[in-house]
C-alpha cells in the first residue's frame, strides 16, 4: 500500500455515536490500540488508488466470533445467528429503511435479500467487512432500482460471523440502519459492530444481474438521494489501468474526461480476489467491452471533504476487454 494507509475512510467512519475517528485512524473495538484506516486516493485520469477501508466500530466490552459477548460493555448475551426473527426486532424492506432515514441506528429485520459483492470476496475474521445487498435479482431500469439496495459495514471484532455469506446467496439480514450526514457525508447504511448486534442466514440462491448504466448515470447526488449501491453494467468505456490494487478513471471510449476528478467514475478492485485486478496492464490505454459492478461513493476523510464514484467488479468475468 502507500501513504493513502494513512487516511480513515470516511465510508466507515460514522455517526459520533457509534465511532470516534482521530489523526486517521479508528479505535479498536474494545476502545483502546486504534485499527489504522486505509484510505484510496481517488483515480484521475492518469492515477488511482487503493480502497482498503477501517471499520465501524465503538468502545465496549469486547466481541468474539467463536464464544461469549460483551455487547457494547452491558451484560453477556447470545449473539444473533438469523436462525429466527430476533424477538423485537421490527420487520423492514430495503425500501421501507431508505422511507424511515434514521438518524441513530435502528435496529430492522429484513428477508430474501441478495448478495450482490463482499469485500475481498468474503469474510475474513478480524477483517473489517463490506457486503452490499438489494431487494432484486434484477431490476428493468435505474429508475426501478432506486431505493432497492445498501452496503454492511462489519466491524473486525464480528467479521467471523459474516466468513459464508458470497455473492448471490439469498440472505435474512439482522442489522441496524442509520444515515450518516456528519461533516457532509451522506449516506444510508446498515451497520454491524460490537455494540450494534447482527448476522445474515443463507436461505437460498440467486442470479443477481446488472441493470443498464452509462457514466454520466452514476453521480453522488443520485447514490445518496434516489439510487443506492445498485450493481450496474456500463458497456464501451475505457480506462488506464494503475497498479493491480489501484483504482483507475473510467472514460466513454473515444471521448477522454476533464480534470474535475470529482465527476469521474473509476474501477476499483476492492472486492476483487485479493483485493486486485488480474489481466491489466499498468499505463495502458485499454477499452473494455463493459464492465459490471456495484456503484458506490468513496469519501476519504479530507477537509475538505470530496466524494469519488467507483463501480466494484467482483470477478475478472466483470470487466470484458474489447476484442
Avoid at 24 to 53: I, K, R, W, Y
Avoid at 109 to 126: H, N, P
Avoid at 154 to 163: D, I, K, L, N, R
Avoid at 271 to 284: E, I, Q, S
Amino acid at each position: 500500500m502507500s501513504l493513502r494507509s494513512s487516511l480513515c475512510w470516511s465510508l466507515w467512519c460514522v455517526v459520533p455515536f457509534v465511532v470516534a475517528c482521530s489523526g486517521g485512524e479508528v479505535p479498536a473495538d474494545g476502545g483502546a490500540a486504534p485499527v489504522g484506516g486505509n484510505g484510496g486516493e481517488p483515480a484521475t485520469s492518469g492515477g488511482g488508488g487503493s480502497d482498503e477501508g477501517g471499520a465501524p466500530v465503538v468502545g465496549g466490552g469486547g466481541s468474539d466470533p467463536t464464544g461469549g459477548n460483551n455487547l457494547g460493555g452491558g451484560g453477556a448475551a447470545a449473539w444473533p445467528d438469523c436462525e429466527e426473527q430476533p424477538l423485537g426486532s421490527p420487520i423492514k424492506t430495503i425500501g421501507e429503511i431508505w422511507t424511515d432515514n434514521p438518524s441513530t441506528p435502528a435496529e430492522a429485520w429484513l428477508e430474501g435479500l441478495y448478495v450482490t459483492a463482499v469485500s475481498k470476496s468474503g469474510c475474513v475474521a478480524g477483517e473489517a467487512c463490506q457486503i452490499y445487498v438489494q431487494e432484486e435479482e434484477l431490476y428493468g431500469s435505474l429508475i426501478e432500482a432506486g431505493h432497492g439496495s445498501l452496503r454492511i459495514g462489519v466491524a473486525p471484532s464480528v467479521a467471523g460471523y459474516f466468513t459464508d455469506i458470497a455473492v448471490d446467496d439469498e440472505i435474512n439480514l439482522y442489522a441496524h440502519a442509520v444515515r450518516d450526514d456528519r461533516d457532509g457525508k451522506n449516506e444510508l447504511i446498515f451497520l454491524v459492530t460490537n455494540a450494534l448486534p447482527g448476522c445474515a442466514k443463507v436461505v437460498g440462491a440467486g442470479v443477481t444481474l446488472p441493470v443498464t448504466a452509462t457514466l454520466n448515470d452514476l453521480t453522488v447526488a443520485v447514490y445518496e438521494d434516489t439510487l443506492g449501491p445498485v450493481l450496474v453494467e456500463v458497456s464501451g468505456v475505457s480506462g488506464n489501468p494503475n497498479l493491480a490494487d489501484e483504482t483507475f478513471a473510467l472514460w466513454t471510449t473515444g471521448s477522454p474526461p476533464g480534470n474535475d476528478i470529482t465527476t469521474v467514475t473509476s474501477l476499483s478492485p476492492f472486492f476483487l480476489p485479493n483485493a486486485a485486478f488480474t489481466g491489466l496492464t499498468d499505463g495502458l490505454n485499454t477499452d473494455f467491452d463493459f464492465v459490471i459492478g456495484v456503484f458506490g461513493v468513496y469519501a476519504p476523510t479530507a477537509d475538505p471533504l470530496i466524494k469519488y464514484e467507483e463501480i466494484y467488479v467482483r470477478s475478472v468475468v466483470d470487466y470484458e476487454l474489447t476484442p
